[in-house]
């Protein structure tokens, strides 16, 4: 057995990676979404569940052409169910980091299991996933839909922490 040394630990998301690794686990945005789940599960289970009851949820599943947003609020409704509709069509071409994505933040959300009501665990599990998928599909989206999707945790997690090495 080694000794124990006092040097600090390193952040496993900063660990040296081959391009193939990245994209069978989160695409070239693996760091980022490692250190975001790694902070989720430190995220008090009151907090999280807070941010996802104040984002709305999906309830306009028709074409926006067709349902024109009536007030400002449906507005922002309509646009993040149609930047949520873009990020759905990127992540279908990427299946593996999709089904990594979910059993993650399945595993992080699990711990709320039993203290909030089911409904909010799963919008709890919503709005940590789209926020996931949302970073490991960065490179894809345009700035103003990644802002819509990440906005819910991008007080509490900044991305300048999860783009900097810890």
Known sequence: MEPQTDEPRTDPASAPMSAERMQVRFGEMTPQVVRFLGRLARVPIGTWSQIAQSVPADQHR???????????????????????????????????????????????????????????????????????????????????DFTLLYSPFAPLIPLEELNSAA
């Open 62 to 144: 028709v074409p926006l052409a067709d349902a024109p947003p009536i007030d400002e609020e449906e507005e922002e409704i309509g646009e993040l169910a149609a930047a949520r509709a873009r990020l759905r069509a990127i992540v279908d071409g990427m299946p593996g980091p999709l089904e990594r994505a979910e059993q993650r933040v399945r595993v992080v959300s699990r711990v709320a299991q039993g203290m909030v009501d089911e409904a909010v665990l799963a919008r709890m599990h919503r709005v940590a996933l789209t926020a996931v998928l949302a970073l490991a599909a960065q490179p894809y989206l345009s700035e103003s």
